[in-house]
Every structure is written in structure tokens, then in C-alpha cells.
């Protein structure tokens, strides 16, 4: 797509017109294309809403040019343009279509634009100016791919089951509109919808599919029971080990018991009723002889 540093128009968005030509086909050196058919449908780019059509057969300036019987069955024929007006009697007409809106058509760098400029050149009128240029013939092969074959309208057409080609300027300008609209809608379930148009998987997380929720759904299932199972386990694990170790308690001396004591021939609360018998004996001792004092002790003492 070609387009100007602008695609506004008196500040609002540009409207676009999709148009074709009909033209004879020069078959001898020197000869130029005729102009014999204009159709064009003006669309709201935002919504694709057909504001107006024209069309319009146009007399070349020399008849011989046409063919007395076309080689299509709709196609165009001498008696057909004989009465038509010339290019110059609708060239206001279609200055006003085409002039300061984005242009759009199949193949129309290549072809109808350069038609357009020879014509209002030759009557020596300046040829309108677009503001944009969508030629669906390269959007369609760099987006949609050669799936639908050569990328002639005839065979995107026959494609999508849109019907034979007419050949003629506004049937194919309507049938340019539905091939763009079909290959928009593929393309953009195509981006949605990978793995399941595509045959392949692409990690689109700005997309949730039914399918795809379930499946997270599911192995978030799967997970919290394996995580309540690891839990369990581990519960179990730890009441086990408190068991072993309230029984290896009641087992087992305590580990403040680990050194030994030595026994003693009294208690600690007769200490002290010794010791005043002691010196009790000792005063006696100053009046009793010392065979007495012996005797005492040795009895405290048992």
C-alpha cells in the first residue's frame, strides 16, 4: 500500500474510493488503451458503508479500436459505446470521485492509475491527486499468500465461491470489496484461532479459547491434588517421627542422668542433727572422760 503524508480531507478521514476501468487492449505497435468503462464505489473507511457508485460507459475517440463482438459474454461491444459520451463529457465526474480520497482497486498501480493520468492528459486537464493508494494486489499477496493461486480477481473470486468475473467496471469493483472482506475475516480468525486454523500452536495469551480454559482448569486440578497429597504425606511423616521420639523418652534414662553419683549413709535433711549432736558431745567432753566421748561418737556415726 501506497500512501501521502496525509490521509485527511478538509479534517476528516479520507473517504475511500475502489474503482476499475474497462479498456481495449492495443494489438499492434503504437497503439494506446482506450478507456471504455468507469465504475467506482465511494466507502466510509471506518465501516466499509457504500456511500455512492458511479458508472459509466465512454466512447473512445476512434470506434475501430473496439471490437464488433467481445470475446466475454458480458463484455463490452462497438454498438455499445457507439452512443456513449467521450471521456472529456465525464471527466468532471470522475475528478470529483478519485480527486483528494484514498484509491483503492486490484492491480491499480500497475494499470488503472497510469490509464487515468494518459487519459486527462490527453485532453489536457490535470488528472486528480489521491491522498492514499491501496492496490489489493500486493495487500493480498503479502498477507493472504498465493493460497487462492495466481491473485487474479478471477481466482480469489472462484475461491471464496464469489462467482464468475464479469469484466465489467462496477460488478468488479463490488466483487474487489467482497474478496477484501473474505480474506479479512481468515485472516483475522487465522490470528485468533492458531493452533486450531493453522494446524500449529502459537502462544497467543491475549486469546482464551473454551478448550484452553478447560485444559487450565483441568491440570490446575491435578496439581492442587498433587499438592495435597505431598501435604498429606508430609503430615503423616511428621506425627511419626514425634511418636518415635515421645517413646525413645520413656525408653531412655534423661540426659541429665548421665554421670554418676555416690550414695550417702544419710540424708540431706539429717546433716544438721549430726552436727549439733556433734557439738553437743564435744562440750561434754570437758567432763566426761575420753572413752565416753568415743563411744557416743561411734554410735552417731551407725
Known sequence: MASSSSSLNNGRVAEIVFFDLETTVPNRTGQKFRVLEFGAIIVCPRKLVELESYCT????????????????????????VTNAPSFEDVADK????????????HNI???DCVRIKEA??????PAP?????????????EKFGRRAGNMKMAT???????????????????????????????LFLES??????????????????RSRSLQQSSLSGRLNDKW????????????????????TCRKSPPSTSLSYKRAVPYGRGSLGKVTAEVKKLLCNARSAPINNLLKHSQSLLR
Open 57 to 80: 460507459l465512454i466512447r473512445p475517440p476512434d470506434l475501430s479500436a473496439v471490437a464488433l463482438r467481445s470475446a466475454r459474454c458480458d463484455g463490452i461491444t462497438r454498438a455499445a
Open 94 to 105: 470522475i475528478f470529483s470521485i478519485l480527486n483528494g480520497r484514498i484509491w483503492a482497486g
Open 109 to 111: 498501480q500497475r494499470f
Open 120 to 125: 486527462f492528459a490527453e485532453i489536457g486537464r
Open 129 to 141: 491527486v489521491p491522498v492514499g493508494i491501496i492496490d489489493s494486489l500486493g495487500v493480498l499477496t
Open 156 to 186: 480469489l473470486a472462484a475461491y471464496f465461491g464469489l462467482g464468475q468475473q464479469k469484466h465489467r467496471s462496477l460488478e468488479d469493483v463490488r466483487m474487489n470489496l467482497e474478496v477484501l472482506k473474505h480474506c479479512a475475516t481468515v
Open 192 to 209: 485468533s484461532l492458531p493452533s486450531a486454523l493453522n494446524g500449529e500452536w502459537h502462544n497467543n495469551m491475549g486469546v482464551t479459547t
Open 228 to 247: 495435597n497429597k505431598s501435604s498429606e504425606i508430609t503430615q503423616r511423616f511428621s506425627r511419626s517421627k514425634s511418636i518415635c521420639k515421645e517413646e
